[in-house]
Antibody, heavy 121, light 107 residues
Framework: EVQLVQSGAEVKKPGESLKISCKGSGYSFTSYWIGWVRQMPGKGLEWMGI????????RYSPSFQGQVTISADKSISTAYLQWSSLKASDTAMYYCARPYSGTLPGAFDIWGQGTMVTVSS | DIQMTQSPSSLSASVGDRVTITCRAS??????LAWYQQKPGKVPKLLIYAASTLQSGVPSRFSGSGSGTDFTLTISSLQPEDVATYYCQKYNSAPITFGQGTRLEIK
């Protein structure tokens, strides 16, 4: 079964760093892009960026460039999303997702279960 | 960057109604358009890709059409379980963009 399993919920303070993970299984991890999507409470879906684990090619949304870092460790089939200094406005659900086609960066048919990040003093 | 604009932002319809949601791209995207359904508290679900290809397991009452800049998602006969927010997404290249969503309720 193809699946993405994300790390658990996090509660952090402003200014702290954080790295959340997304582990793929059941498919060739290096052959598909992995994307990250933010959903703030009560709001819509926002595409943050994508990474191709095969060669670590990474693209960011202009809205998130410089705010987060996307990476992947293909040896353990895991993608990451990290922050160096969290803000309260980073409070959101974060999803990783995989496209239906290995040649395309979107149209995500496989989604992780989501990681809720809460940033509060 | 290409912007995706959905309309309406919310919609209320009766069971059995035909429902149409539209999505407009600010530039042509060929048929690189996907539709998602997100029920409250749930993970988004891919309904349609390539503008009109139904994802496996999705009921046939859902259909998509369009190419270039104008796209539609149609539910031929609205069911109670279709209450959700629907998003379009353009995905031909980065940056990938979602529409702002259409909240669908039962009247």
């Amino acid at each position: 079964e193809v699946q993405l399993v994300q790390s658990g919920a996090e509660v952090k303070k402003p200014g702290e760093s954080l790295k959340i993970s997304c582990k793929g299984s059941g498919y060739s991890f290096t052959s598909y892009w992995i994307g990250w999507v933010r959903q703030m409470p009560g709001k819509g879906l926002e595409w943050m960026g994508i990474i191709y684990p095969g060669d670590s090619d990474t693209r960011y949304s202009p809205s998130f460039q410089g705010q987060v870092t996307i990476s992947a460790d293909k040896s353990i089939s895991t993608a990451y999303l990290q922050w160096s200094s969290l803000k309260a406005s980073d409070t959101a659900m974060y999803y990783c997702a995989r496209p239906y086609s290995g040649t395309l960066p979107g149209a995500f048919d496989i989604w992780g279960q989501g990681t809720m990040v809460t940033v509060s003093s | 960057d290409i912007q995706m604009t959905q309309s309406p932002s919310s919609l209320s319809a009766s069971v059995g109604d035909r429902v149409t949601i539209t999505c407009r791209a600010s530039q042509g995207i060929s048929n690189y358009l996907a539709w998602y359904q997100q029920k409250p508290g749930k993970v988004p679900k891919l309904l349609i890709y390539a503008a009109s290809t139904l994802q496996s397991g999705v009921p046939s009452r859902f259909s998509g059409s369009g190419s270039g800049t104008d796209f539609t998602l149609t539910i031929s006969s609205l069911q109670p379980e279709d209450v959700a927010t629907y998003y379009c997404q353009k995905y031909n290249s980065a940056p990938i963009t979602f529409g702002q969503g259409t909240r669908l309720e039962i009247k």
